[in-house]
T-cell receptor
Framework: TQLLEQSPQFLSIQEGENLTVYCNSS?????LQWYRQEPGEGPVLLVT???GGEVKKLKRLTFQFGDARKDSSLHITAAQPGDTGLYLC????????????WGAGTKLIIKP | NAGVTQTPKFRVLKTGQSMTLLCAQD?????MYWYRQDPGMGLRLIHY???????AKGEVPDGYNVSRLKKQNFLLGLESAAPSQTSVYFC???????????FGQGTRLTVV
């Protein structure tokens, strides 16, 4: 059973469009991280959110942590081909024995 | 800045052969991890270590062994490789649990 469910699993859109990907759980997380992974590379941290309702922005990327700290979303405005990659969420919770657990990822392709 | 270095990058094994994957980090991190990544399943934790001389089982430890004789190195061993162990293996390190995880570039292992 995946403690962190990511959706959609795959998304292919045109350059300039907006998109949102989701990371959901029935567990409460003390913190949640978003990573981006490019082909042939390891994941690289984009952001960490720790407070319920927290919103963080990284250029055209907006990350939100749910009020109950059970879910998170990543919104990309005016997507660029450079945003292409696998987006992974990962979190720490009591249910995971405080080890980092990972969602399966959203594979995002931005077509020029 | 080397960060986390994994060797080898690619390997093909025959069923029943053994091998060791090497991971080295130069950030003085206490925590080190070995993950496997399979399509649609995200990152699954094999074993981890919270410090020199200590190791612990993760989500999918069967068929693997690890050792952390020095703080900077974390070795993953396959004693008798099976086709089910065909995967991409990632080593990671972090300062503490829940802190940013830094990843190596991965080892693509094929067992035939």
């Amino acid at each position: 059973t995946q403690l962190l469910e990511q959706s959609p699993q795959f998304l292919s859109i045109q350059e300039g469009e907006n998109l949102t990907v989701y990371c959901n759980s029935s567990s409460v997380f003390s913190s949640l991280q978003w990573y981006r992974q490019e082909p042939g590379e390891g994941p690289v941290l984009l952001v960490t959110v720790v407070t319920g309702g927290e919103v963080k922005k990284l250029k055209r990327l907006t990350f939100q942590f749910g009020d109950a700290r059970k879910d998170s979303s990543l919104h990309i405005t005016a997507a660029q081909p450079g945003d292409t990659g696998l987006y992974l969420c990962a979190g720490i919770s009591m249910d995971s024995n405080y080890q980092l657990i990972w969602g399966a990822g959203t594979k995002l392709i931005i077509k020029p | 800045n080397a960060g986390v270095t994994q060797t080898p990058k690619f390997r093909v094994l025959k069923t029943g052969q053994s091998m060791t994957l090497l991971c080295a980090q130069d950030m003085n991190h206490e925590y080190m991890y070995w993950y496997r990544q399979d399509p649609g399943m995200g990152l699954r934790l094999i074993h981890y270590s919270v410090g020199e001389g200590t190791t612990a089982k993760g989500e999918v430890p069967d068929g693997y062994n690890v050792s952390r004789l020095k703080k900077q190195n974390f070795l993953l061993g396959l004693e008798s490789a099976a086709p089910s162990q065909t995967s991409v293996y990632f080593c990671a390190s972090s300062l503490t649990t829940g802190a940013e995880a830094f990843f190596g570039q991965g080892t693509r292992l094929t067992v035939v």
